[in-house]
């Protein structure tokens, strides 16, 4: 009996990885129509042209991009077997994916006192867009979050063992597509005005 279980955890393990590639691609295909909405949007005549991206999500974007290389960082250190300095940068990575949102709201502050707003009489169509792929965007984020927290916990239990590293294989795979898609978004942001 325990041979079928050591036969079947293979495949299991490609399922869940299956399984997070698709999400993975619809969440794509859902960000691609919505910066393509934003684009035939730009031909209305109350589309903003000058509109500047805050400061704060400039920050953001470093954030992100070193938050990678901490993911990366834990996730070699945790299969390697090098359980604290696995440890320390898990939680660095946390840690950075919180200050990541603390920097993203302190961008919808900035595009409030700007003086727009995501709806009401103060709003526009172009920060209406920004405001709506932004808070998707963290959604996306906090789930990312939630998955480094499993991962930390059973890295604590150390259930993460030579063979048997698929959750922080994939809770890593998906950390880096939510950075890889604010990138996206950064640069779409930036380039289409």
Do not use: C
């Not at 070193?66 to 960082?73: H, K, P």
């Not at 727009?116 to 169509?125: A, L, N, Q, V």
């Amino acid at each position: 009996m325990e041979n079928n279980i050591d036969n079947e955890k293979p495949r299991v393990d490609r399922a869940k990885k299956m399984m997070l590639w698709f999400g993975m691609i619809s969440l794509t295909m859902s960000f691609l129509g919505i910066t393509s909405g934003y684009i035939v949007s730009k031909e209305r005549p109350d589309w903003l042209t000058d509109f500047q991206i805050p400061q704060a999500f400039y920050i953001s974007l470093v954030v992100i991009l070193v938050s990678s290389v901490t993911f990366y960082l834990a996730k070699k250190y945790v299969i390697a077997q090098e359980r604290k300095k696995g440890m320390v940068f898990l939680i660095i990575t946390f840690l950075l994916g919180i200050t990541f949102i603390i920097f993203q709201f302190k961008g919808f502050s900035e595009i409030i006192s700007s003086g727009y707003f995501f709806t009401g009489s103060e709003s526009t169509i172009t920060t209406s867009f920004i405001y709506l792929v932004v808070l998707l965007h963290l959604t996306h984020i906090i789930a990312a979050l939630i998955s480094v927290l499993v991962v930390i916990y059973n890295h604590y239990k150390q259930r993460y063992i030579k063979g048997s590293t698929v959750g922080i294989e994939i809770a890593a795979t998906f950390w880096h597509f939510v950075d890889i898609l604010w990138i996206y978004l950064f640069l779409f942001f930036y380039f289409v005005r």
